[in-house]
């Protein structure tokens, strides 16, 4: 595909990284030299400098043979025209990101009558992704799939009962779930019956959400129901996260330093409780009930303040403690000291807007529903409908051979989950779900061995 990304910020050279890996024509345009000068010493791709409102930079970046235009400035209105012009002039399809919350309301005039066929809210994506988090306390990462009956999650291994074990050794408690990776020394591994867990494994499972429960609670890693929140900053996230949670009967506190957020979120979250202060106080934590919280979110504007405010509540065991970050480099250092499920909300973004661009290069055959980045990108899970034209319709898996970077983790047939052995095959219209630490499936077919 011929791919034109406006913004050349973390968003834009995450998807002009992924999509090139794809094999895509890639070209950005930005107004800033440097940049753009990050982009060329590391990407192969084509660089434009100008403002993409002018319809010379467009015409200059291909925008009449675009097949895809992704804005991602940080000014919405930019993102808007800009999408709204590559359209008039031949982009088969555009992207925008629109932060303003002011904008949620009229996404559909956005879509339908300006002509955007996507648009992303990062700041209601990212706490779309911590509500989830904040569902299952008890996992570090949680991705749902075929319409959120399939759930692929992460937790440490340490204080379980998989510690010291082998698969083949616990196959009495795993029931209908299957182990599909690990994460250990930042690589991911696709662990067979003799791998040996030791306790600072991240374990990567799939399932149903029941059997995953029953699994959690024979490994004495289950926690109970989140009835009460703690968010450290008022900001877009935080609005979004707290809506979110207090629709399904979450109480939450929300302490921000700057009084006049405090003011406005008082009367967009009527119930939640706005407390004007610094988040970093950890005598004003514990004055506002921070032991007795079941969770903590840090949502301030920088890295270093919400690791420093997770430590605080970490140090004090409080049971799920949420970090946002913005700098990927930071993930090391949380982990180092304990802080195991952090949120990037730029990843987030461009996560979506991969999962979009993919889905537009196959539609004949089988199309993807749904891709996530696990193990800090070193792996995918990609979900997948089933078209006629996949080849080996109706084969054993067992008299197939596969690419050994690729697995077959889930099969959804007619509602059905099936954690497929190798007597079972795909059908036309399954939902097949599949781990593979190649970054770039496009269809089911990438998964077999080609001679």
């Known amino acids: ?32 030299d440097s940049a753009l000068e990050h982009v060329n010493n590391n990407l192969d791709v084509m660089c434009v400098k100008g403002n993409a409102t002018s319809l010379k930079v467009l015409e200059e970046a291909g925008v009449r043979e675009a097949d895809l235009l992704i804005s991602v400035t940080d000014s919405d209105e930019l993102n808007m025209l800009c999408s709204l012009a590559a359209k008039k002039l031949g982009a088969k399809y555009t992207v925008a990101r629109v932060r303003n919350p002011s904008y949620d309301e009229e996404i559909t005039l956005l ?13 209601k994506a990212a706490a779309i992704e911590i509500a989830k988090l904040i569902k299952y306390p008890s996992v570090c990462s949680i991705d749902n799939f075929s319409d ?25 408690i795993r029931g209908n779930v299957l182990f599909c990776g690990v994460e250990r020394n930042d690589e991911f591994i696709m662990p067979k019956g003799d791998y040996v867990f030791n306790k600072d494994d991240k374990v990567y499972v799939i399932g149903e959400h029941n059997d995953i429960q029953n699994l959690f609670n024979k490994l004495g890693k289950y926690k109970k129901k989140v009835k009460r929140a703690m968010i450290v900053g008022g900001g877009k996230i935080a609005y979004y996260l707290a809506k979110i949670v207090n629709e399904v009967g979450v109480k939450c506190k929300i302490i921000e330093k700057n009084l006049s957020i405090c003011e406005e979120l008082t009367e967009l979250l009527p119930n939640s409780i706005i407390i004007n202060g610094d988040g970093m106080d950890e005598e004003l934590l514990l004055s506002e009930n921070l032991l007795e919280v079941e969770s903590f979110i840090t949502l301030t504007g920088r890295d270093e303040d919400n690791i420093i405010a997770s430590i605080l509540a970490y140090n004090r065991s409080v049971s799920n403690v949420i970090t946002k970050i913005t700098r990927d480099n930071y993930r090391d250092i949380g982990k180092a000291v304990g802080i195991n499920t952090m949120v990037n909300p730029k990843s987030v973004t461009a996560y979506k807007i991969l999962k979009y661009a993919r889905s537009l290069k196959n539609k004949k055959k089988s199309c993807i529903e749904n891709i996530y980045r696990i ?32 697995l077959v983790v889930t099969i959804v047939r007619n509602n059905k989950i099936i ?13 097949v779900i599949i781990v593979s630490k190649d970054k770039k499936l496009l269809q089911v077919d990438d998964i077999f061995y080609r001679w």
């Open 375 to 406: 193990c800090n990108d070193k792996a995918e899970a990609v979900e997948f409908i089933v078209g006629n034209d996949t080849t080996n319709i109706g084969e054993k898996f067992k008299d197939l051979e596969f690419n050994e970077n690729a």
């Open 419 to 431: 954690i497929p052995t190798g007597d079972d095959c795909l059908k036309v219209n399954d939902r």
């Open 148 to 172: 959120g009956k399939v759930n692929l999650v992460g937790f440490k291994a340490e204080d379980t009962a998989l510690e010291g074990k082998k698969i083949s050794e616990i196959r009495f």
């Open 1 to 32: 595909m011929n791919v034109i990304i406006v913004g050349a910020g973390k968003v834009g050279y995450t998807l002009a990284q992924y999509l090139s890996i794809d094999g895509d024509n890639i070209t950005i345009i930005d107004k800033k």
């Open 111 to 123: 879509t339908e009558a300006v002509g955007i066929d996507l648009v992303i809210n990062p700041e």
